[in-house]
């Protein structure tokens, strides 16, 4: 029970991190020669990242932004209530308040990504003069805290305090 805890813990803090870096980093979308990045924020060209997007004033990007900030802040509430839960909970008990705040984490990363997806993973938004364009780690990193974050909001529903 305890190496349960103590690897769904571990889970819990490796998503934080990478919905941290998957939303600060400017490398959602790259350039087929790999010199230029967009993100959610900037766009960069060969290491500089100062360019503004030419959707900047998108709504459908500024409803991404906010449900992978959104993501975030569930994310680390969820992994508080259950720090709290842990030990402030009698035996016996589930822990469906951290469970279902990172369900709700969940729902708001499925969310940001699938308009982004929508709107900008194809390439059609964002060429780069002219050259195709391939997702970058940050999406990727996205889908994985969308599958982590599903399974550690059902682990903490399921898990019993022993």
């Keep these: 029970m305890l190496v349960l805890l103590a690897g769904i813990f571990v889970v819990h803090i490796a998503?934080?991190?990478?919905?941290?870096v998957s939303t600060i980093a400017n490398v959602w979308l790259v350039s087929q020669s790999g010199n230029a990045s967009d993100g959610l924020w900037k766009g960069?060209?060969?290491?500089?990242?100062?360019?503004?997007l030419p959707f900047v004033h998108d709504d459908a990007l500024?409803?991404?932004?906010?449900?992978?900030?959104?993501?975030?802040?569930?994310?680390v509430i969820s992994l508080v209530v259950f720090v709290f839960q842990?030990?402030?909970?009698?035996?016996?008990n589930r822990f469906i308040l951290s469970g279902a705040t990172m369900l709700v984490c969940w729902l708001c990363i499925m969310i940001g990504a699938s308009v982004y997806t929508n709107h900008y993973a194809n390439?059609?938004?964002?060429?780069?003069?002219?050259q195709t364009s391939h997702h970058g780690y940050c999406f990727i990193?996205?889908?994985?805290?969308?599958?982590?974050?599903?399974?550690?909001?059902?682990?903490?529903?399921v898990l019993r305090k022993k």
């Design 86 to 92: 842990l030990f402030t909970m009698e035996k016996g």
């Design 141 to 157: 990193l996205t889908w994985i805290c969308f599958c982590f974050s599903f399974i550690t909001g059902v682990v903490y529903l």
């Design 15 to 20: 998503t934080v991190i990478m919905l941290f």
């Design 44 to 52: 960069c060209e060969a290491d500089f990242c100062n360019k503004t």
């Design 62 to 75: 500024k409803s991404v932004q906010a449900f992978m900030i959104l993501s975030i802040i569930f994310s």
């Design 123 to 130: 390439g059609s938004r964002t060429t780069f003069g002219g």
